[in-house]
């Protein structure tokens, strides 16, 4: 194997790593924001509340996040309503096409787990709430949200990890993500063994760079209290 291609080619691969570490990101910030009502209308007492959430966490987690791409980046532009549209100049890009799959792909497991951490606070926890007078809206902001963020951070760490996994199926519509990057360079250079190898090296870095600052911010939320476990969703 000629390991030269890959200090040739290796910048390149740091561009096409950086777009995969933004579509991550962005997709988690936004999937984030979208996810904790999902998770709230999944624990609401009242049935038609929870099944509307429930429908939408059902088709993203049954669904492969390849074909959620497809629907969003082919699906989208079938329909003149939408080439016509204000959202068109968005729809057309590849690049936010696989943000607006990421974000509902990842928003429906991290519902999941958010709604797992909550569910997986004591009930004396919420007893002493409601026992000292405070409001609903008071209980999940000053004591169950935080206590789930500090429940839900190794599973929600896991998460921000398959998804940097999955951004690997960005490169399938156009993105030179890290993986669509190597593609490109082994088109040039048939050297497929060498430029792949690279390419996992850089994920597995930025892996552990993940894995690290979740740990870090772990330990620091949960100094003071008991670690609880909530299952992590089959992403497969």
Excluded at 205 to 224: G, H, K, L
Aim: proline fraction near 6%.
């Amino acid at each position: 194997m000629d390991f030269s291609v890959v200090v040739e080619y290796f910048p390149r691969l740091l561009e096409g790593a950086w777009v995969s570490i933004q579509l991550v990101m962005i997709s988690i910030v936004l999937g984030g924001v979208f996810a904790l009502p999902i998770a709230l209308a999944r624990i609401s007492p009242v049935a038609w509340i929870r099944a509307i959430p429930f429908a939408y966490i059902f088709f993203f987690r049954g669904t492969p996040l390849l074909v959620q791409i497809f629907l969003v980046y082919y699906g989208a532009s079938q329909f003149d309503v939408v080439r016509e549209s204000v959202f068109w100049p968005i729809l057309k890009e590849p690049f936010w096409c696989a943000i607006i799959a990421f974000t509902l792909n990842t928003s429906a497991y991290t519902a999941e787990i958010f709604r797992g951490a909550i569910q997986a606070i004591p009930p004396g926890e919420v007893e002493a709430c409601k026992v000292i007078g405070m409001t609903k809206t008071q209980m999940y902001r000053r004591v169950l949200l935080p206590r789930a963020f500090g429940i839900v951070l190794p599973a929600y760490g896991n998460e921000i990890i398959l998804m940097l996994k999955g951004s690997a199926l960005a490169s399938t519509i156009t993105i030179l993500d890290l993986t669509g990057m190597a593609r490109t360079i082994i088109a040039r250079t048939y050297t497929p063994m060498e430029i792949f190898l690279a390419a996992g090296a850089i994920y597995l870095v930025i892996s552990i760079v993940i894995i690290a600052i979740f740990r870090q911010i772990e330990q620091r939320q949960n100094r003071y209290l008991g670690t609880l476990s909530i299952k992590v969703p089959d992403k497969g």
